[in-house]
């Protein structure tokens, strides 16, 4: 869907924390106003009186020293399950149970990597959805085998039909040649449009039956060919 940030909230944050607990897979733990620098794992979660919290194991030198700056900052790193990048800056809770425990990030910033190209879409294409029995025609502005990037007019007398984390069932994408149903998508990231009173929202496939992703790679790859193309002259 396009390089740079996403920005995971929510009950994503606590679903990909879990996920790094089970796995436990090195991660990066940086104390931002101090020089300390260490690869540890997360060894535990648990619900405090501050919120919720995860446990890391550090040297016993650096446990004894915690009681009196018990709300550092500490930078994490690590890839998740897909060995994609991902961090996030949070606070120290306290010590207990001979662990450092850790607040929960209100933002884990992962990279977004292309997985598959994506091409324009062409003039009318549309992203069907219902929603509270009102049925949305969302103009597409380019797709994938992975997603698609809707823009959608905002502002007075337009509600906001899309939210960030939003799981959207029994979509359809809408086009000349045909039209392609989506069993499961999930909005992932929004951003202005490029033009004003609009904004964008980026939206990943996670389920499609086998027949549905054949025709779609279909459509995608004649796109593909076509701006080719047009793009050497030959069309």
């Not at 979660?45 to 919290?53: A, D, F, L, N, Y």
């Not at 959805?129 to 994938?144: A, F, G, P, R, W």
Request: glycine share 8%; aromatic share 10%; charged share 25%.
């Amino acid at each position: 869907m396009g390089t740079g940030r996403e920005k995971i909230r929510g009950r994503e944050t606590v679903n990909l924390i879990e996920q790094v607990w089970k796995n436990k897979p090195l991660v990066n733990m940086r104390l931002s106003a101090h020089d300390f620098e260490i690869l540890t794992v997360i060894d535990g979660i648990e619900t405090s009186k501050k919120g919720r919290v995860f446990a890391v194991d550090v040297p016993v030198d650096l446990k004894e020293g915690f009681d009196a700056m018990d709300h550092w900052s500490v930078e994490f790193q690590f890839t998740d399950a897909n060995r994609v990048p991902c961090r996030f800056t949070t606070f120290s809770a306290g010590i207990w149970d001979d662990k450092m425990w850790i607040l929960f990030p209100e933002v884990i910033y992962r990279e977004q990597k292309r997985e598959h190209f994506r091409v324009e879409a062409p003039l009318k294409a549309s992203f069907c959805l219902k929603k509270d029995e009102t049925q949305y025609m969302l103009n597409v502005s380019n797709i994938s085998m992975g997603g698609l990037l809707v823009t959608v007019r905002t502002g007075p007398g337009y509600p906001q039909i899309l939210h960030v984390g939003e799981r959207l069932k029994d979509t359809e994408i809408v086009l000349a040649s045909g039209s392609v149903h989506i069993k499961e998508a999930v909005v992932r990231w929004t951003d202005k449009g490029a033009l004003a009173s609009t904004i964008q929202f980026g939206i990943q496939f996670t389920g499609m039956h086998q027949e549905e992703r054949r025709f779609l790679r279909e459509i995608v790859y004649e796109l593909q060919r076509a701006f080719l193309a047009r793009r050497a002259g030959t069309a």
